[in-house]
């Protein structure tokens, strides 16, 4: 390739279901190494492009394509070349409203290469050229046997006890490329379904690999493999080679699973006269027990709730949980018995069990409350590493996409499998949480509310409202992705005629001690209604003045305001556990306060 050619990454996913976190990778680390590159004399600077991979018309969907494309751009990951995406731009961080002279959207691909279609679908024409050109020249050709026909062959070979590969048998029926056409244009014609191979050469293939080395595939080992379906599409094979040509992808850089399918393309680029890319096969994404992250994981967990809540219940059956969640009981029975890793049954035990399901996808991540920031910067390092120190000594682990994209290298991507550690995840998430400014996680969770828990953000803005940011920085410390958030104001949410006092909580810090904790809190009810401003300084400074008049200091000289502090967090929110208890009231507001205090008093007085 000429040394003038701008770097060409591509990301091409099929839009079969959400994004998985090993396909951000990817195309994380394609979109890095694109923008690393210098912007010289000459076209210099690399362009990252996505394509979408959708000739499985079975399982692909347009929303699919969509929601992927949708979380490429909510993790910053944008594409130079690729389908146009209309993002809102109050979805992007830092983003609190638009002026007059900023559009409200943002479109990523507007500038693309006039490269595609970038949809695979709609490149067929394309695919038929190339197609043509393999079959006239006699490497490949039309195979009409069905699928009893081969299944009987794979059969037979098994019971012989050797490997079964196609035997040409379709290529020695019509010798010629003439033959060959003829064939085809007689099937063509009646609608006879056919499938079409391509003749795999006799030659050792070698992949020249830029993180693994050489890898060698000695003569004779690939097989007459399909490049085109009996339903006129073409296969992955096919169609990943003749676009990584004519869309000028220079650098294919992809998780290790796929270095088996690379020989096959090394081959159809040398017959079809196509240079070779540049390969990277990136080190794959484990789980820290060893077994491979998919979505398979989701399955795995609903099934053990399952299973526990059968063998501690014998009254829960296969048919009776099918009856109670409304599923078909024979899936669901298959289910259970691990016939079966349907990711729609595991979201239904799930919710009826009220269990988490790993996060896996991108999309369970954002509903999880992540920010993509800490996402970004944690699967950057599940693989490649920058190499750097920090001030300290200890390696560089926090980073942006300004950093990675100054740095990425294909030189330090690993050998060796990623470990995917979720707690370190969490802990990246944590930290990324406390740094922001008040306003700008107030912002972020409003915005993940209003996505994940529409009817909660609501609820929240029409019972709050100018209380709502108060209510929202009060959860922050406690917070290590968004959606801690609800659980840490969920006692606000209550109706104050419905909150339910913690029974241990009310033992301990009210009725504890001959009712001393009891006693406090009704001395304290008509300080609290008389606080002005019912503000969280006002409410503090009343409850330390309460305390160091009616709660002596002891013997060492500290405040018992944890005195008045445990009762009032009880009756107040139900629970021991709490934000500070002088923001808590502040954010309910005198009126719910005051009931809630007087509900407490009576409960606990009736126990």
């Known amino acids: 390739m000429s040394s003038q050619a701008p770097v060409v990454t591509r990301f091409a996913p099929s839009p079969t279901g959400h994004l998985h976190i090993g396909g951000a990778r990817s195309a994380l680390f394609c979109w890095a190494f694109a923008k690393a590159q210098p912007d010289g004399g000459g076209g210099g600077g690399g362009r990252f492009m996505v394509r979408i991979e959708d000739t499985d018309q079975a399982r692909s969907s347009e929303e699919s394509a969509r929601g992927i494309l949708e979380d490429l751009a909510w993790l910053g990951i944008e594409w130079d070349d690729g389908p146009m995406l209309e993002v809102s731009r109050l979805s992007e961080p830092g983003s609190a409203s638009t002026s007059g002279d900023r559009p409200a959207v943002r479109v990523i691909g507007a500038n693309a290469r006039p490269v595609g279609p970038y949809f695979q679908a709609q490149r067929v024409p394309i695919y038929a050229r190339f197609l043509n050109q393999l079959v006239d020249s006699g490497r490949a050709y039309p195979a009409f046997e069905t699928n009893e026909e081969l299944e009987a062959k794979r059969k037979a070979a098994v019971a012989a006890k050797q490997t079964y590969r196609y035997d040409r048998a379709a290529y020695q029926q019509f010798p010629t490329p003439a033959a060959r056409r003829d064939r085809m244009k007689q099937a063509d014609t009646h609608g006879e379904p056919y499938v079409i191979r391509f003749h795999a050469p006799s030659e050792e293939i070698v992949v020249r690999d830029q993180v693994l080395g050489d890898v060698r595939i000695a003569a004779g080992e690939l097989d007459d493999f399909v490049i085109r379906k009996a339903d006129g599409f073409p296969t992955y094979h096919f169609a990943v080679v003749v676009d990584d040509e004519t869309m000028g992808v220079t650098h294919v850089m992809r998780a290790q699973e796929h270095l ?5 393309h090394v081959a159809l680029q040398k ?28 399955a795995k967990a609903a099934r053990k709730a399952v299973k526990d809540a059968m063998g501690k219940d014998p009254a829960i059956t296969p048919r009776s949980l099918a009856m109670s969640v409304g599923a078909d009981a024979k899936n669901l029975a298959d289910f259970i018995a691990g016939e079966n890793d349907s990711l729609d049954i595991a979201a239904t035990l799930a919710r009826h069990f009220n269990i988490p399901l790993p996060e896996v996808e991108i999309y369970d991540f954002r509903n999880s409350g992540y920010l993509p920031e800490a996402i970004v910067n944690f699967i950057a390092l599940l693989g490649w590493n920058p190499g750097m120190k920090q001030s300290d000594g200890k390696d560089l682990e926090k980073f942006d996409l300004a950093f990675l994209a100054r740095h990425f290298s294909i030189e330090r991507i690993g050998r060796s499998n990623a470990k995917f550690d979720r707690a370190k995840l969490l802990s990246f998430n944590g930290d990324y949480l406390q740094q922001l400014s008040d306003d700008e996680f107030t912002r972020r969770f409003i915005a993940w509310c209003r996505d994940s828990q529409p009817a909660t953000a609501a609820a929240l803005e029409r019972q709050f409202a100018a209380n709502l940011p108060a209510l929202i920085r009060m959860a922050k410390p406690r917070a290590k992705v968004l959606r801690d958030v609800l659980k840490v104001i969920e006692f606000a949410l209550v109706p104050d005629d419905q909150l339910a006092f913690d029974s241990a909580a009310v033992q301990k810090s009210l009725r504890a001690n001959n009712d001393e904790g009891l006693g406090i809190l009704k001395r304290f009810a008509p300080v609290l209604e008389s606080v002005e401003p019912f503000t969280p300084d006002a409410l503090h400074t009343a409850m330390e003045t309460f305390a160091a008049r009616e709660l002596p200091a002891d013997p060492a000289g500290k405040s018992n305001l944890g005195k008045l502090a445990q009762p009032l967090r009880v009756a107040i929110t139900g629970s021991g556990v709490s934000p500070p208890v002088h923001d808590s009231l502040a954010c309910l507001g005198r009126a719910r306060a005051i009931v809630r205090l007087h509900r407490c008093l009576e409960a606990a007085q009736a126990r």
């Open 260 to 264: 088996y399918n690379t020989p096959r």
């Open 271 to 298: 017959a079809l006269g196509f240079r070779t890319p540049v390969y990277a096969h990136m080190p794959l994404i484990f789980n820290p027990d060893g077994s491979k992250m998919s979505k398979r994981d989701k």
